[in-house]
T-cell receptor, first 113, second 112 residues
Framework: EAGVTQSPTHLIKTRGQQATLRCSPI?????VYWYQQALGLGLQFLLW???????NRGNFPPRFSGRQFPNYSSELNVNALELEDSALYLC????????????FGQGTRLTVV | GNSVTQMEGPVTLSEEAFLTINCTYT??????LFWYVQYPGEGLQLLLK?????DKGSNKGFEATYRKETTSFHLEKGSVQVSDSAVYFC???????????FGKGTLLTVNP
């Protein structure tokens, strides 16, 4: 069974541009989480989608947005990129039920220059 | 919502030393509790979990016991190996909306 897949693996953008990151969850999972992991920091929660709806949002500016498609895959968009947006962006998927673990992708390394 | 306080790192140990990484949480209801591990250059993976009070999760020699009275889920290993060098994350899962909340992570380095 395929795991959580993220694309691209690496992404280099210049300041002010937009970045689009993609995530395909494990088949059957309806929940997708997005996290930012900047160098030297822990996981910062970005967004949580379930059944196509945004369920929760972390403490990030509105230029961080996303969506979940009918097939439960998800997209994270970052507009007006800033240098401090450089980080590893991790996607995780799970069933939206108790006691179930989240499975993580390998992440997208975004570098803003 | 839930919150979690995790032991600040980095933690540096010699091989075969005893490891404890503290984790306490605040939560409404009755969360499930998870420890995740991130090896260098990789994504996160589940290490162990516990779903009710006094449950002990265990895997690869690591253990953690769900302590409801102290709202804690401390990670322990009796004898660490160099291959255990990684970042460890404590994560309670809300019982109401199933959202995972991660701690900041603890970097463990084990020297030979």
């Amino acid at each position: 069974e395929a795991g959580v897949t993220q694309s691209p693996t690496h992404l280099i953008k210049t300041r002010g541009q937009q970045a689009t990151l993609r995530c395909s969850p494990i088949s059957g999972h309806t929940s997708v989480y997005w996290y930012q992991q900047a160098l030297g920091l822990g996981l910062q929660f970005l967004l949580w989608y379930d059944e196509g709806e945004e369920r929760n949002r972390g403490n990030f500016p509105p230029r961080f947005s996303g969506r979940q498609f009918p097939n439960y895959s998800s997209e994270l968009n970052v507009n007006a990129l800033e240098l401090e947006d450089s980080a590893l962006y991790l996607c995780a998927s799970s069933w939206a039920s108790r006691n179930t673990e989240a499975f993580f992708g390998q992440g997208t390394r975004l570098t803003v220059v | 919502g839930n919150s979690v306080t995790q032991m600040e790192g980095p933690v540096t140990l010699s091989e075969e030393a005893f490891l404890t990484i503290n984790c306490t949480y605040t939560a409404t209801g009755y969360p499930s509790l998870f420890w995740y591990v991130q090896y260098p250059g990789e994504g996160l993976q589940l290490l162990l979990k516990a779903t009710k009070a006094d449950d002990k999760g265990s895997n690869k020699g690591f253990e953690a016991t769900y302590r409801k009275e102290t709202t804690s889920f401390h990670l322990e290993k009796g004898s660490v190996q160099v291959s255990d060098s990684a970042v460890y994350f404590c994560a309670p899962q809300s019982s109401s909306n199933y959202k995972l909340t991660f701690g900041k992570g603890t970097l463990l380095t084990v020297n030979p």
